[in-house]
């Protein structure tokens, strides 16, 4: 578990890392033209060879994704649909709820915008469309459904395995500013409690990846 941790997720938390330490991450705010798809396929390589890496590791152990309970099923999609917009409903709820809260006690509006986003600020190239959808399986696959399975094998706790997946990915998303990541963490809770509740990953995967597409066709240009 620790050698997948450290090839899929020293990159992106070294990046959040970075910003939120010292406003600088490994990859630039701006790009110069075609710099873009540069970043976008290192992207996709890193979480490609992460994922190579995972199932590798399993084969080791005698396992498969489905051990991980990556299947397929046609009940997956509506269900897939239901979580997304349910998911959507709570994070907007609670960002009602945070936005109150905040103002209440410091007299400031708070700004939940995600910062260090320019690189979604593009056109829809090859690129971005491949990222969103490699991206999907790459977290879900490896923060949500390896971490939670094999932290709760070790621990026999199912809501430190909870705590763990959801800690991970609110890190490496530090980048977009504490008040955004602690936004998503509400998104990223939700995916794990369906996950422990219903024990099928797939539905999260195709939830996720709707989320990445909307925040694509939001930003590009």
Known sequence: MLVVCIVAFTYPLLNSTLFFLFDKGVRPR???????????YLAII???????LLVYILRRQGRSLRHLTLSCSWKDLPESLALAIGAYIVFALSYALFFYIYYFVTGRTLNAAPQNVEFLRTKITLAAVLLMLVNPFYEELIARAYIMTEV???TGSRLLALCASVALQSAYHLYQGVASA???SVLFTIFSV?????????????????FDFLALLSYAR
Request: proline fraction near 5%.
């Open 30 to 40: 701006s790009f110069a033209p075609g710099e873009v798809s540069f970043w976008f």
């Open 46 to 52: 890193i979480e490609l060879v992460s994922l190579l």
């Open 152 to 154: 709760q094998f070790l």
């Open 182 to 184: 602690s936004m998503l």
């Open 194 to 210: 369906y996950f422990l509740m219903r024990r099928k990953i797939l539905p999260v995967i195709l939830a996720h990846m709707y």
